[in-house]
């Protein structure tokens, strides 16, 4: 885990726009809300699916003639960056020499614990995406945040894999789920809550999680060349 040292670099950043990693599915560009001990908040534009790499270029003129109107209306999702995955924080300048970031709206629900850890506690029972992107991004009812400071998990109530158990040292990023396609996945796993209280394993760290799952029919990582399935004969 970044020690403070490191995360104090950063919060001379803090309300301006910057571009969390340079590419790939993580990377988002938005403002810095705030950086705590070992993780950041990010308010990227709700309307704004693009990587980092591609936001500014063809928009700029755009935002510049209506920034001062728009602020104030535009919809943002925060976006909760693990730093101990973060590889990369680049200042948009030139975004920020015309922008000022006047702060999110207070019916945004704001999560700001000590630790990410802690963080993802207080987003109990709230539905979010983990990772913005590739084959680890899952999304569904965050159930609960179970484990030690040095093996903390999460467990995750998802439509399609039913109760999925992550460790948080390999989460990236995590959001509070925005339904802008209109679809009844949210919907569909509410009702799924409610009807049935799910059940789930809790153990005092990810690794003794393993111990109830003994004998049992896994499935290791959610997707990618490391995804594998099969009984867990010993761990």
């Known amino acids: 885990m970044p020690d403070k040292g490191y995360s104090s670099h950063?919060?001379?950043l803090k309300g301006r726009v910057v571009t969390v990693y340079r590419g790939g599915p993580e990377s988002k560009?938005?403002?810095?809300?705030?950086v705590q001990s070992d993780y950041l908040i990010l308010a990227v534009e709700s309307n704004n699916n693009n990587n980092g790499e591609n936001n500014n270029?063809?928009?700029q003129n755009n935002q510049n003639n209506q920034n001062n109107q728009n602020n104030n209306q535009?919809?943002?999702t925060l976006v909760y960056y693990h730093l101990a995955?973060?590889?990369s924080i680049t200042e948009d300048t030139m975004s920020n020499s015309a922008q000022t970031f006047t702060g999110i709206s207070a019916d945004l629900e704001l999560y700001r614990g000590k630790t990410f850890a802690g963080t993802l506690s207080l987003m109990k029972t709230k539905y979010v995406q983990v990772n913005q992107g590739g084959p680890e991004k899952k999304a569904g009812q965050l159930l609960d945040v179970l484990g030690s400071f040095e093996s903390a998990y999460i467990v995750?109530?998802?439509e399609d894999d039913g109760i999925i158990y992550i460790n948080t040292d390999h989460v990236k990023s995590v959001s509070e789920y925005q339904n802008n396609n209109g679809d009844q996945t949210t919907q569909s796993v509410n009702e799924l809550s409610v009807s049935q209280?799910?059940?789930y394993m809790k153990s005092k760290s990810f690794n003794d999680l393993f111990a109830h799952l003994s004998h049992k029919w896994v499935s290791i990582n959610n997707g990618g060349p490391e995804a594998v399935e099969g009984?867990?004969?010993?761990s």
């Open 29 to 34: 560009t938005g403002y810095l809300v705030d």
């Open 197 to 199: 209280e799910p059940e």
């Open 74 to 76: 535009q919809e943002y």
């Open 10 to 12: 950063f919060k001379p």
């Open 156 to 158: 995750l109530l998802t």
């Open 85 to 87: 995955h973060v590889k």
């Open 231 to 234: 009984v867990l004969v010993q």
């Open 57 to 59: 270029q063809n928009n």
